[in-house]
């Protein structure tokens, strides 16, 4: 049986809300305001502690941004994160042709209670968080951490990711990547990574199926 691993901002849920609202949050509590909208989701599926230096926060304050975020960002993240249209069919469609994982920049804990919340959790045999690993995507690691727990082999799995990062770290990890357009990159973008490109999660799992 293939394994299919799936991000999730971007390719199975929408928490670009909840995402930016935190980030508001996280800022005024210093005293700052936060950059625009269109400047924080180009890097969405980085860590957080990475996103808040990449906008001109200093390393030495990165951290305590990303706990004002993450205090803000759990009382709201249920009611302002929906699964994107044809996720749940997606998940369900996969698992009958696969072993299911999540490889995440989230949070584990955060990712897990989301899922639960929206009623797909059970598919998946593996989650794997940024507190999961050392090394977050694009590096390796968090693909790799996700087969030595499931006991699956690199070469008969997937990556379906919105970002780059997906990609690259499934390249590394000698999995197979696809790139979908329903998340934070054009074609061109993902293009760069990979030729397999296709709208959605759903899609994505329709030509596994069909090229398996």
Sequence with gaps: ???????????????????????????????HV????????????HPLDVMFMMLGVSAFEANDY???????????SRQKTTLLPLAREAIER????????VVTTKTARYSEELLEHMGVMHHF??????????????????IQKALQVLD???????????TPMDLI????????????????????ELLVHTKNI??????????IEEHR
């Design 169 to 188: 770290s499934a390249k590394e990890a000698g999995v197979e990547g696809i790139g979908v357009l329903c998340g934070y990159s054009t074609h061109a």
């Design 66 to 76: 990303v706990a004002a975020y993450k205090e803000h960002y759990r009382l709201i």
């Design 125 to 142: 045999k593996v989650l794997i968080g940024r507190e999961s690993i050392t090394h977050p995507k694009p590096h390796p690691e968090p």
């Design 34 to 45: 936060a950059p625009e909208d269109d400047t924080i989701k180009k890097l969405i599926g």
């Design 94 to 101: 996969a698992s009958r042709i696969a072993t299911l994982g």
């Design 198 to 207: 296709l709208p959605d999660a759903f899609s994505a799992v329709k030509w």
């Design 152 to 162: 699956k082999e690199a070469m008969h799995t997937w990556m379906i990711g919105d």
């Design 1 to 31: 049986m293939k394994t299919i691993l799936f991000d999730l901002d971007g390719t199975l849920i929408d928490s670009t809300d909840a995402i930016l609202e935190s980030f508001g949050v996280a800022y005024d509590t210093f005293g």
